[in-house]
């Protein structure tokens, strides 16, 4: 998420980055990884509203979170472009809520075990 939202916002002045989202629009899978781990801003939640309404029903996409939808509004801060954004990313969709500990936390050796 955290790279997408660099590309979003640099699109108008680095060649890079407006190449970079032309490729994306013709991807069948988008996967966006780690949706609210660090803050987005004002400008930064439209740049993402609008990258997802040009994929929408055009491209699959795929989004992980550590937050529910009810707490995109926090991640988002403003309740009506996320009511907008989530009409378009659950319409057509298959929602899997996932429960109990993440990969890395099952797979992690704690040092102080003993061996």
Known sequence: MDTLVHTLKTQEISLKSKARLNYMNKCDLIIIDELGYLP???VEANLFF????QLYEKTSVVITS?????????????AVLVTALLDRL???CQVI???GNG?????RKNIF???
Request: charged share 25%; net charge neutral.
């Open 97 to 99: 809520q996932m429960t």
């Open 103 to 107: 990969y890395r936390v099952a797979h």
């Open 90 to 92: 659950t319409h057509r």
């Open 113 to 115: 075990d003993e061996k």
């Open 40 to 42: 987005v801003t004002s």
């Open 50 to 53: 609008s990258f997802i309404s």
């Open 66 to 78: 550590n937050k529910g939808f009810s707490g995109w509004a926090d991640i988002f801060g403003d």
